[in-house]
């Protein structure tokens, strides 16, 4: 039997690993973004919760975590599906590290960028999201796109939890065959060509922006 045979098997769980992927993602940019802007409050209050949440998800184990979604909350009488308890947990988790990104890259927005708006009369939500956002995402893309890379390699965990994601059919596939290097090695380059696939995108929407902000600005 041809190694190439084993790619239908094993692109059957794609589906699952991109799901993990994109559906962590959007939580994990809502995050990132309410947790890094938190993080800046002027409300002492507001800023401990966003730190708590930042630190919690960062100082722990994504795997226990991914456990404590599926395995301890239906003890204290919350049961969540093996697919939500995994795109809430790698949202969660690198949710918390781009908050960190959101704040670095707000803060290193020009401060003189501030004082212009104000003394154009805007507001404080005018000037975050007309002046200080545009700019800060293109800077934020670039280690957001290392973030996502990470997601998608955090998604193999979920064969933990029963779902029959990508690596769940490899590990399948080489129980039943026996073939160890042929089933591992197509394994390496399914999710190798899916991570470049996402790099090219966050570059190609990075240079957009780049494009869109310039343009705009020589107006």
């Known amino acids: 039997m041809s190694a190439f045979e084993f790619i239908p098997s094993l692109l059957s769980g794609l589906g699952v690993t991109l799901a993990l992927t994109f559906g962590g993602a959007a939580v994990a940019a809502t995050l990132a973004w309410i947790a890094g802007l938190a993080r800046m409050s002027h ?6 919760l966003a730190g708590i949440y930042i630190e919690t998800f960062r100082g722990t184990s994504a795997l226990v975590q991914l456990y404590w979604f599926f395995y301890a909350l239906p003890l204290l009488g919350i049961n ?3 697919m939500v308890a995994g ?3 790698l949202g ?3 949710g918390a590290y ?3 990104v959101v704040r670095g890259a707000v803060l290193s927005v020009d401060k003189g960028q501030y004082e212009a708006a104000t003394a154009l009369n805007m507001s404080a939500m005018q ?3 007309i002046v200080i956002v545009p700019q800060a995402l293109i800077r934020m893309l670039p280690p957001a796109g290392n973030l996502l890379i990470e997601l998608l390699k955090s998604t193999a965990l979920v064969s933990l939890i029963t779902l ?3 690596t769940f059919r490899g590990m399948l596939l080489r129980s039943e065959t026996l073939r160890t290097v042929e089933v591992f090695g197509l394994l390496l380059i399914i999710y190798f060509v899916v991570a470049q696939a996402l790099v090219c995108g966050l570059r190609a929407l990075e240079q957009r922006l780049a494009k869109a ?3 705009e600005n020589i107006a």
């Open 87 to 89: 795109i809430l947990v």
């Open 92 to 94: 969660l988790n690198i």
């Open 164 to 166: 029959s994601d990508l």
């Open 127 to 129: 000037r975050l999201w």
């Open 98 to 100: 781009g908050a960190e």
């Open 213 to 215: 902000w310039h343009l």
């Open 43 to 48: 409300q002492g209050l507001v800023r401990v």
């Open 80 to 82: 969540l599906s093996a």
